[in-house]
């Protein structure tokens, strides 16, 4: 007699549920349907790296005269020894940078432009380097690259059926235990969709929650003040995101929206309203929003605040499981008359380059 060990005698056998979760109803889980799960990450804290480029662009923090040379600037960070800058239609000749009180020494009126006197706030702008036939290379400029990092988050329920209940005929229903499994599924599901959307980051050691849309966006949060939604504020969301970068690479973006802000998007009359629902995106019915930078999907989340409303990069965001422990039914050991066990995933927001994404706050 062999004394090997059967996977049909195992106590506590993993049983993935992921495939599952995903054919829950879309109209319940729509972020997760729309994202689907992406590769593992091998950490409870997960971090990634993020490029920028140097800004382009700063404002003159203090007003200047038409002979005034030099010009006090929110940040230095775009300019260099000998490069040309332009405010309003002017341009200056940067030819001393003091990074440590933001100063920028100039030749102004440069190539024969007018000098003007330069107003607070004005945008000054670098445009190019003045490089003479014959020269050195330049010194290079390196920007580090930028950390970033979620938390991993656990998420479980529990099933428990008596011996009794699970042979009890019930009308519509086959098999108790997989029929409150299927419910639980949805539970941890749900779990999983408000923390992506609602989430705020917590680690002390034991209990980890994950950071989600709206703690991560900061950059292109627009605030409504309790006004209504219009097409010019979905379009200068849109704006805000491609002037920082974010529409520049492309991406697969789309509005995620509550109910409210659905209806009232569905209301607003406009050719740049598309209302012909005419495309799906997995089983779920989409509309899209035209705008001067491109034709976007507006989807329906519940769990979305019923004031407000985002704009998101479906390629930079990702659902990650820890490992293998994505989305999984575990059987109990037996103890009594009953049947137990508990579902259990454990997920992570890796959300790269926020600036690219966007949220308006306090709509009407």
């Keep these: 007699m062999t004394n090997a060990i059967n996977t049909t005698n195992l106590v506590g056998k993993k049983e993935s549920v992921v495939d599952e979760v995903l054919l829950l109803n879309p109209n319940q889980t729509p972020l997760i349907n729309l994202l689907g799960f992406s590769n593992p990450v091998t950490n409870t804290i997960h971090q990634w ?6 800004d382009t662009k700063t404002k003159v923090t203090a007003a200047a005269t038409a002979a005034a040379t030099e010009l006090t600037v929110a940040s230095v960070e775009p300019f260099v020894f000998h490069s040309v800058a332009q405010i309003d239609e002017e341009l200056v000749l940067v030819t001393a940078i003091d990074k440590v009180a933001k100063k920028l020494t100039v030749e102004r009126g440069y190539a024969e432009t007018t000098a003007t006197a330069i107003v607070k706030d004005a945008e000054i702008e670098f445009q190019y380097d ?3 036939e014959g020269a050195d290379a ?86 409504a003040s309790g006004a209504s939604v219009t097409v010019k504020m979905l379009g200068d969301l849109v704006q805000s995101v491609f002037e920082k970068g974010g529409l520049a690479s492309g991406g697969q973006y789309a509005f995620i929206v509550s109910t409210n802000q659905k209806r009232a998007i569905s209301d607003l009359q406009s050719d740049k309203i598309r209302i012909v629902q005419a495309e799906t995106s997995r089983g779920q019915v989409v509309d899209h929003i035209v705008t001067e930078f491109g034709q976007f999907p507006v989807i329906m989340n519940d769990n979305v605040k019923p004031t407000e409303l985002f704009f998101i990069d479906i390629n930079r965001t990702k ?46």
Aim: no cysteine.
């Design 49 to 54: 790296y993020e490029d920028k480029m140097f």
């Design 130 to 132: 003045m490089t003479p």
């Design 138 to 223: 330049p010194k290079s400029r390196y920007k580090a690259r930028t950390p970033q990092n979620n938390v991993t988050q656990i998420f479980m329920e529990s099933v428990e059926v008596t011996g009794s209940a699970q042979e009890v005929g019930q009308y519509g229903v086959d098999d108790l235990y997989n029929y409150e499994k299927a419910k639980k599924q949805l539970e941890v599901a749900l779990q999983l969709e408000k923390s992506l959307i609602n989430g705020i980051k917590l680690d002390n050691g034991i209990v980890r929650h994950m950071a989600g849309l709206r703690q991560l966006i900061k950059t292109n949060v627009m605030d």
């Design 319 to 364: 659902i990650k499981p820890l490992g293998s422990r994505g989305f999984h039914h575990q059987d109990t050991a037996v103890t009594g008359d009953n049947r137990r066990g508990f579902i259990v995933g454990e997920y992570t927001l890796e959300f790269k380059q926020e600036s690219a994404h966007g949220r308006i706050k306090n709509l009407a």
